[in-house]
């Protein structure tokens, strides 16, 4: 069983070769594919977290859309004097499948 964990935006995440993930987004090249930086890789009995093997290892995957994530509404409220403010935000989201782990 092989398996990375990757950075995903500003998080981690675990793939395997055909695991689908939802990330910030990201620019994919012409072809539509994207490089992902491991951070730990997982070939068997092999564990590999060193900087130096780990630049050696490519994971990569291909863009199947861009998205928008769920609305969130941020809302601030001060007692007495009058001061209210609402505002909305919608994160911007990557879909992407994993294709290779080299």
Do not use: W
Not at 12 to 38: C, S, Y
Not at 51 to 60: E, M, N, P
Request: charged share 30%; proline share 2%; aromatic share 2%.
């Amino acid at each position: 069983m092989v398996y990375a964990v990757v950075r995903a935006g500003g998080r981690q995440e675990k793939v395997e070769v055909g695991t689908i993930v939802t990330m910030d987004r990201i620019k994919a090249d012409k072809d539509g594919n994207v490089q992902l930086v491991p951070v730990l890789l997982v070939d068997g009995e092999n564990i590999t977290s060193d900087a130096k093997s780990l630049a050696k290892v490519t994971v990569t995957a291909e863009v199947l859309n861009d998205l928008r994530g769920p609305k969130i509404v941020i809302q601030k409220f001060k007692n007495k004097t009058g001061y209210k403010k609402r505002q909305g935000h919608r994160q911007e989201l990557t879909r992407v499948k994993v294709t290779g782990i080299k």
